[in-house]
């Protein structure tokens, strides 16, 4: 079974062809095993596999103009498949074939972890006798001189970095970095380069950092799902994700040997053997399979959403439909999803998202929801489909309902509140359970279904972000759960105004 990750962002055939991936595979060649391993003994020669090839091809990508097209990159793979040695050789080539006067740094969240890559280089340099001569190693760096670059190791005391100057960074397990100051000022050290490189190479680990926010490593993985979905347009970033599936099976085997590029080859498999019966499963699920882990209480169990999904179901134009919409004005999202409401006893309702609108990256405060795209999105839908209800939780979004409702549209009012959400949420997730319904596998959904957690006081559980202030989005999640609430369920609305279509507006 050949490889592939479990997602990567896109990168064409063209720029593949005009990179350095065939350049660094020759300089590979001279590279050398630092560790007796399944892979090979110590002093042995590196031999760079398939997934490697390609994986270095697209990371090394070239545009049009001759320049890098990434700026920065995240490479995420379970731990033993050889993430340190290429980490090292991508940090020896950048060294050795860089600009002039290079900087490159080895970082991580101390400089213990920081030295492990480092360390792996300096052993790739005395096992090698072609490099005798070629580069000056001391303790916590490694000059060359042909260039005057230099390769040196660091630790997350990010406010004692200015004032570098970085060509290539490389970051040893982003995961593990307590906020992202340090990610930070080494981005902004590359500024004044022609072509700079960041890679961060890291397993999963927990979605919330010390402050209770998305983790430097989560935030970057979540905007790679969106940009290798098409959501965002983004060129300068490269991700490559290897892992298993929300949901997957952690104790089968063909499990693991998806979501480890190196099974069999660079780590055992009687490796996993043994450590899926000693080793709990949220850890194995994070250090073996490469899946994110959170510290709150998780809505849906894993995969349970998934098992939902059927992308060869539509809902036809002319259907009988439930918009629902759900969102703030500024600093958040809005969204728009549509039901379909089942005519027959074995009819399951289908949730699909029509439009949803989330604050750009990078965005200043002063972002808001395009209120008049909202309404007219709404508009199109109802000239698309037969839409019973459109129910929206009116706080905030007075004015919307007011001027869709005077249009003839029938809007119908869901407060948030206990009495409301918390039925809806029990039924949706009876729903999933019973695989009652189906949902096209959108992406942007099955983010805010994730993001989701349960809250639950005296006046029972609903659906809630994992923090106060959290930057999830779940907006798409409490859309579906409205939606699907009134699909099942009598309209409110009198029945000779239950059907409308714009067309008749």
């Known amino acids: 079974m050949t490889p592939k990750p479990l997602f990567v962002t896109p990168v064409s055939l063209a720029e593949i062809e005009r990179g350095d991936g065939p350049d660094f595979g020759s300089f590979s060649q001279f590279l050398k095993i630092t560790k007796d391993s399944v892979g090979g003994p110590t002093g042995g020669p590196m031999v760079l596999r398939p997934w490697q090839g390609d994986m270095l091809g697209r990371l090394f990508a070239r545009r049009a103009d001759g320049r890098y097209k990434h700026r920065q990159a995240l490479i995420g793979m379970p731990?033993?498949?050889?993430?340190?040695?290429?980490?090292?050789?991508?940090?020896?080539?950048?060294?050795?074939?860089?600009?002039?006067?290079?900087?490159?740094?080895?970082?991580?969240?101390?400089?213990?972890?920081?030295?492990?890559?480092?360390?792996?280089?300096?052993?790739?340099?005395?096992?090698?006798?072609?490099?005798?001569?070629?580069?000056?190693?001391?303790?916590?760096?490694?000059?060359?001189?042909?260039?005057?670059?230099?390769?040196?190791?660091?630790?997350?005391?990010?406010?004692?970095?200015?004032?570098?100057?970085?060509?290539?960074?490389?970051?040893?397990?982003?995961?593990?970095?307590?906020?992202?100051?340090?990610w930070d000022v080494m981005a902004l050290s590359t500024g004044a380069r022609a072509e700079p490189l960041m890679v961060g190479i890291t397993t999963a680990g927990v979605k919330s950092d010390s402050t209770g926010q998305d983790s430097l490593c989560y935030g970057m993985y979540q905007y790679a799902e969106r940009v290798a979905s098409g959501e965002v347009v983004d060129p300068s970033f490269y991700c490559e994700w290897w892992g298993a599936p929300e949901g997957a099976d952690h104790t089968d085997p063909a499990v693991w040997e998806a979501a480890n590029p190196g099974y069999g080859d660079i780590v055992a498999a009687e490796d996993f053997e043994a450590a899926v019966l000693r080793t709990p499963e949220n850890e194995f699920r994070t250090k073996r399979l490469n899946q994110w882990t959170s510290t709150a209480q998780a809505w849906l169990p894993a995969g349970s959403w998934e098992g939902c999904e059927d992308q060869s179901v539509t809902i036809p134009d002319g259907s009988?439909?439930?918009?629902?919409?759900?969102?703030?004005?500024?600093?958040?999202?809005?969204?728009?999803?549509?039901?379909s409401c089942p005519q027959h006893e074995d009819d399951k309702p289908h949730i699909d998202v029509v439009a949803a609108w989330e604050k750009p990256t990078g965005t200043g405060n002063d972002w808001a929801v395009p209120i008049i795209d909202v309404e007219d999105e709404i508009r199109k839908a109802c000239r698309r489909w037969q839409v019973r209800e459109i129910v929206c939780d009116p706080f905030r979004w007075a004015r919307s309902y007011q001027v869709l409702e005077s249009e003839g549209l029938p809007v119908v009012e869901f407060p948030q509140s206990p009495t409301r959400m918390v039925p809806a949420t029990q039924r949706f997730y009876e729903s999933v359970m019973n695989r009652s319904h189906t949902h096209s596998g959108d992406r942007r959904l099955a983010r805010h279904i994730g993001n989701a957690v349960i809250r639950t006081d005296s006046r029972g559980s609903r659906l809630s972000k994992d923090a106060k202030g959290s930057p999830r989005k779940i907006d798409l999640a409490v859309a579906a759960v409205m939606g699907l609430d009134r699909a099942c369920q009598e309209p409110e609305r009198a029945p000779e105004a239950q059907f409308w279509s714009w067309s008749d507006l």
């Open 320 to 339: 009988e439909v439930v918009l629902s919409f759900d969102g703030s004005f500024n600093n958040d999202s809005t969204a728009l999803v549509v039901v």
């Open 79 to 182: 731990r033993k498949n050889g993430k340190s040695a290429l980490g090292a050789g991508i940090a020896l080539y950048g060294l050795a074939f860089g600009p002039h006067g290079g900087e490159v740094y080895s970082c991580a969240a101390d400089k213990e972890q920081a030295r492990i890559v480092f360390g792996t280089a300096k052993k790739m340099i005395d096992l090698q006798p072609e490099f005798s001569g070629m580069f000056n190693v001391y303790r916590d760096a490694i000059e060359f001189p042909a260039t005057g670059s230099v390769y040196r190791v660091l630790s997350a005391e990010a406010f004692s970095k200015e004032g570098l100057s970085a060509t290539l960074v490389m970051f040893d397990e982003v995961h593990a970095q307590p906020n992202r100051a340090m």
